[in-house]
Nanobody, 115 residues
Framework: QVQLVESGGGLVQSGGSLRLSCAAS????????MGWYRQVPGKERGWVAE???????NVAESVKGRFTISRDNAKNTVYLQMDSLKPEDTAVYYC?????????WGQGTQVTVSS
């Protein structure tokens, strides 16, 4: 079992920055891929970025150049640095970890970008 706790969401003006954190606990020592997804009401949850335990990253085209994903394996924590935020980035952001082939999700953190 893996538990994920996100933090760092909030309200920010357009063009501003936020840094999300996701701390993993439990059977977290062998998590391979960790990532971020986001969801707005009435829409499906969409993939934002992911990072492997070896540090390989992938970022969605819609946020490329503005969002950076990183990971501290010693702390079992993944980060999402979000810069140049836009109103359309407003969503609930969820952390996901894949462990032993199973997906685990955090509770989500709200990010609101005002215009």
């Amino acid at each position: 079992q893996v538990q994920l706790v996100e933090s760092g969401g909030g309200l920010v003006q357009s063009g501003g920055s936020l840094r999300l954190s996701c701390a993993a606990s439990g059977s977290s020592s062998n998590i391979n891929v960790m990532g971020w997804y986001r969801q707005v009401p009435g829409k499906e949850r969409g993939w934002v970025a992911e990072i492997t335990s070896g540090g390989n990253t992938n970022v969605a085209e819609s946020v490329k150049g503005r969002f950076t994903i990183s990971r501290d394996n010693a702390k079992n924590t993944v980060y999402l640095q979000m810069d140049s935020l836009k109103p359309e980035d407003t969503a609930v952001y969820y952390c996901k970890a894949t462990y032993m082939g199973w997906p685990y999700w955090g509770q989500g953190t709200q990010v609101t970008v005002s215009s």
